[in-house]
């Protein structure tokens, strides 16, 4: 099974900072990845697929990039709605696999 | 208005049996793979399996802790989605979503989930 690992395990910020989050592959997927939020009692939400395609109607602030094993996503200026927990999904082979998240919390 | 909604949860004891329901809306159900994800309290995403489309030969793959307990099918003529799940443990306790493709540009749609708790 392809192993995903993601950094930090959670993380403090402020309104306005620059986050980038990082998703490692145990081996190489291309770019046969997704990345969603999801915050308390809430189903996730995709935000990026193919590891750096906007879904629509996800504001621009946020940026996915990488390929291969090694993944990352940018929340450009944090918003106080951008609060929440980031998790990777590799769908290149089954069983796919979801990263352990990220919790981006408010400093 | 595009939607999923899952049902079929519940209390069931151990070793027992549980079949949760899918039902999509508002989009071509047939062309899509459905996904089923769970998530435990207070713990993260895990993919449990799905089944593509009829012209994927409805191919199912499933998480290696659940294949051979669970099973994957739909009926595309009542756009629904079944994930039957035997022989339950008290760690299969947790909330299942079902969801669209993964993979591709069209949205990917969640439904809000359902509860199953396995319980003596």
């Known amino acids: 099974d392809i192993q995903m690992t993601q950094s930090p395990s959670s993380l403090s910020a402020s309104v306005g900072d620059r986050v980038t989050l990082t998703c490692r592959a145990s081996?190489?997927?291309?770019?046969?990845l997704g990345w969603f939020q999801q915050k308390p009692g809430k189903a996730p939400k995709r935000l990026i697929y193919a590891a750096s395609s906007l879904q629509s109607g996800v504001p621009s602030r946020f940026s996915g990039s990488g390929s291969g094993t090694e993944f990352t996503l940018t929340i450009s200026s944090l918003q106080p709605e951008d609060f929440a927990t980031y998790y990777c999904?590799?769908?290149?082979?089954?069983?796919?696999?979801f990263g352990q998240g990220t919790k981006v919390e408010i400093k | 208005e595009v939607q999923l909604v899952e049902s079929g949860g519940g209390l069931v004891q151990p070793g027992g049996s549980l079949k949760l329901s899918c039902t999509g809306s508002g989009f071509t159900f047939s062309d899509s793979p459905v996904h089923w994800v769970r998530q435990a309290s207070g713990k993260g995403l895990e993919w449990v399996g799905r089944i593509r489309s009829k012209t994927d030969n409805y191919a199912t793959a499933y998480s290696a802790s659940m294949k051979g307990r669970f099973t994957i099918s739909r009926d595309d003529s009542g756009n629904t989605a079944y994930l039957q799940m035997n022989s339950l443990k008290m760690e299969d306790t947790a909330v299942y979503y079902c969801?669209?493709?993964?993979?591709?540009?069209?949205?990917?749609?969640w439904g809000q989930g359902t509860l199953v708790t396995v319980s003596s």
């Open positions: 081996q190489g997927i291309r770019n046969d």
């Open positions: 999904l590799q769908y290149n082979s089954p069983p796919l696999t």
């Open positions: 969801t669209s493709a993964f993979a591709t540009a069209s949205n990917n749609f």
